[in-house]
């Protein structure tokens, strides 16, 4: 009976001691869980683009499974391009690990003074240093719109495709001879860096980035949540429409009078409707074939007092034929301007 109580009594102390090391086991598994957080680091700075770092803070931290943090060169406020006063998380100096880097955009790429946003970071050697280190030793690192500048001119592009913003892209090579602009695509993932189209694209990148952290059902998920329509394959950017072909250099005909009245398209084809205001249409006409015969590759078709076309041929022997209409409005003083712009031939070029 002695030795049957002793028995039993072991057997109780070590179920004791079971459930004590199963619950330690338990608390630090939760407290590894927590522990290993990955920290997502944003990049800002004056004149940062609003959407370039908010659209990726609400995708990467929308589920709580990462801390997501800002981090600035100093912890002095910021002030975004349109005006948003921002104080950083974190400073440079007491940032903690980062396992995720983003890189937002803003601003254009410009060096010297007139360099606004990126292109006056670009020129800060504190803040160049800080992206090549901390990029080097991060797992992923994200960039959106022209922040993918910050990486081609650290050298860190280089042979491998990229994307950046519409406006930017043809001026990657510029910066980094080896890379690949895609035109065609919201973002572009090489394995440890992704970069992203403009804007809302960073949106689609992190959700991707989300899908490569948790699967493709949490990235889902986050997209239901905050509402976005995420076609990661939709091909869809800024980059390959239409009407990214015709010359920047028309706008000059626009005044602060100038109104969009209508535009759409797609790859092949686009057209685009304004109202300008005090020009007649023969000035108008005027006025775009002289900046027009200034622009690389084209060539007049034709012209009239309200219409002139004109040709180009890409180097990769893609062509285009656009016009520029101009009609007197109902109203004195002011004239509708449609352009027009489309391709005999499907557009299969997208990578220059």
Known sequence: MLVECCIMKSIILLALFASLILAAAFKTSGQTKTDTKLNVAILIFNDVQIIDYTGPYEVLGASGRRNVFTVAESSAGITTNMGMKVVPNYS?????KIDILVLPGGGNIESGPSGRAVGKEIQNPV??????????????????????????????????PATTTAGFISRLKSFSPTTTPIYDK??????????????????????????KLDGIGWAKQT???????????????R????????????????DASATPVDMGGDKAQWQEKWIIAGESPTAVIETLEKYWSKESGWTKSSSTDSKTTWKLVENSGQVWNASATVEPTAEKGRVTITFAISTPVPVAVVNR
Request: glycine letters at 8%.
């Open 92 to 96: 440079f100096e007491n940032a903690p």
């Open 239 to 254: 980059a390959s429409i239409a009407d990214m072909k015709l010359p920047n250099s028309l706008g000059k005909v626009f």
């Open 186 to 211: 919201r973002f572009v993932d090489n394995g440890k860096i992704i970069t992203t189209a403009g804007l809302s694209s960073g949106i689609d990148g992190a959700i991707h980035l989300v899908e």
């Open 127 to 160: 803040v160049m240093k800080w992206v090549k280190d901390k990029a080097a030793s991060a797992k992923y690192v994200l960039s959106v719109c022209n922040g993918a500048f910050f990486l081609a001119a650290n050298g860190l592009l280089e042979n491998m």
């Open 223 to 237: 997209a239901l949540n905050i509402e976005y329509n995420w076609q990661p394959d939709s091909g869809f950017t």
